[in-house]
């Protein structure tokens, strides 16, 4: 075991969800101006203040990172593994999208170089954006979920990936059917599942592409593997959830067809549910499964505005993950998210006028948002025991925020309460985060550390 190391700087992260705190949002952050965050054999051992975290270790290596704020590394609850390439082509909506250039991409990932070629580039794209966890999805092809895999193992990434099954509305040679979708997962499991950072998701595309064959072969796997995760698509297009109900007769609503195969429930993840009725929200509620909110997605291919201020209800809470969703949304970065989500959030806001307090929970402030990318994220797909925040026993993953970063940043610094010090009140630090999250993109990540160690250092451009 390699001797325990120091962090020394400014750090912010979360003890509980903002939502939670109306009014006194800032009760659900921890902020320390100057921190000390101590890393033994890749966990937190230790975190505080300097002052009193110093004096518990007196013999110790310390890096010092000056001038930036540290968050726990963000985790992306939806995002395409194959989509890189296809980052900027032209939108139309989605199941044309996916005819025109989705399908025709992923084939190439039938091939293991070109697999492993894009996955070195996914993984450089996610820790350049602050991204240290991620939910994907790959392809039809085991090899493409091999590859995934191999890299985030070589990066200590931690990863929920799983083989994607497709069965019906895609391109023959794409399909595969129930039975090697099975033989397949079952191998994919036994090889990855809770292999090191590795975590393994049951991945029925989305129900308008699954027969009842498959969606069976799906509850099976479930049966058989309780402890791996469920990753799928749900109401996200309107078209799309009009023609659902006839691939699958006899289910009064989407959600009701992932029911029926026994998916929901706690590690379950449905990605956008924008046309999900209030039952619905309800009944995720009750099973403990998660949405994943993906707005820039969401805006490119104009699916429609979810429902952000129904889904955080007290009183029928859902859990949730904010996701990139590459390559229908056009950029890695989970800031990029955070804008997109700001402004999705005002204009629910305002048609809400007659409902108030929804209305109000629509808002993105620079606690919620963070939350959400963080702490919150982690708790929408159940790692929050493993990332998240900075509690000791945790893995050590974070990133390093410079509020200099890209041309327009000191336009908005220079109206801040903040000098040349940094922050020095929690308020000040939110302050300069939703800057960051409304005016930053990837040149405000400066480094990004996995496991205590750093993967990502921007380059500095002369």
């Known amino acids: 075991m390699a001797p325990p190391v120091g962090i020394r700087g400014t750090f912010f992260d979360f003890v509980d969800d903002p939502w939670k705190h109306v009014g006194h949002e800032h009760e659900a952050a921890r902020f320390h101006p100057d921190g000390l965050l101590i890393v033994e054999d890749g966990k937190i051992a230790d975190f505080g203040s300097y002052d009193d975290v110093s004096k518990r270790h007196r013999a110790l290596e310390v890096t010092q990172i000056p001038d930036r704020l540290i968050l726990p590394g963000f985790v992306d609850g939806h995002i395409h593994f194959p989509q890189t390439r296809i980052l900027g082509a032209f939108g139309e909506q989605l199941l044309p999208w996916l005819q025109r250039w989705v399908f025709p991409e992923e084939l190439k990932y039938q091939d293991r170089d070109y697999a492993r070629d894009a996955a070195r580039r996914f993984f450089d794209n996610l820790l350049a954006s602050g991204t240290t966890t991620c939910q994907a999805f790959t392809t039809s092809a085991p090899v493409a979920t091999e590859e995934l895999f191999d890299e985030a193992t070589r990066r200590n990434m931690r990863l929920i990936a799983g083989l994607t099954g497709i069965d019906r509305l895609a391109p023959a040679e794409y399909m595969r059917s129930a039975d090697s979708f099975y033989a397949d997962s079952k191998r994919l499991i036994a090889r990855y599942h809770r292999q090191g950072r590795n975590l393994y998701a049951i991945t029925p595309r989305y129900a308008l592409g699954a027969t009842e064959a498959l969606l069976a072969a799906c509850r099976r796997l479930k049966q058989e593997h309780p402890d791996c995760w469920v990753n799928t698509h749900i109401s996200e297009d309107r078209a799309e959830t009009r023609e659902v109900y006839a691939a699958h007769p006899g289910c009064a609503d989407y959600l009701a067809i992932y029911e029926k195969y026994g998916l929901t429930g706690p590690r379950f993840t449905g990605g956008h549910g924008i046309w999900l009725s209030d039952d619905e929200f309800e009944r ?160 405000a990540v400066d480094e990004t550390w996995v496991m205590g160690r750093r993967l990502y250092k921007k380059r500095v451009e002369i």
């Open 284 to 443: 995720l509620s009750a099973s403990g499964s998660a949405i994943s909110f993906c707005p820039c997605s969401n805006l490119f291919l104009g699916s429609g505005f979810f429902r952000l201020g129904r889904a955080t209800d007290p009183r029928s809470r859902v859990r949730l993950s904010w996701g990139t969703d590459v390559g229908a949304g056009n950029r890695f970065s989970l800031l990029g998210v955070l804008d997109q989500a700001y402004k999705v959030g005002m204009c629910n806001a305002a048609s809400l006028e007659d409902r108030p307090e929804e209305a109000e929970r629509n808002k993105v402030s620079p606690y919620r948002g963070f939350w959400s990318i963080t702490l919150g994220g982690a708790e929408g797909l159940y790692i929050d025991p493993l990332v998240g925040n900075f509690a000791p026993g945790k893995e050590a993953d974070f990133v390093v925020l410079d509020w200099n970063g890209g041309p327009l940043a000191q336009s908005w610094r220079q109206s801040l309460t903040v000098d040349a010090a940094g922050p020095q009140t929690i308020d000040q630090a939110a302050d300069l985060l939703f800057g960051i999250m409304m005016v930053g993109d990837d040149r």
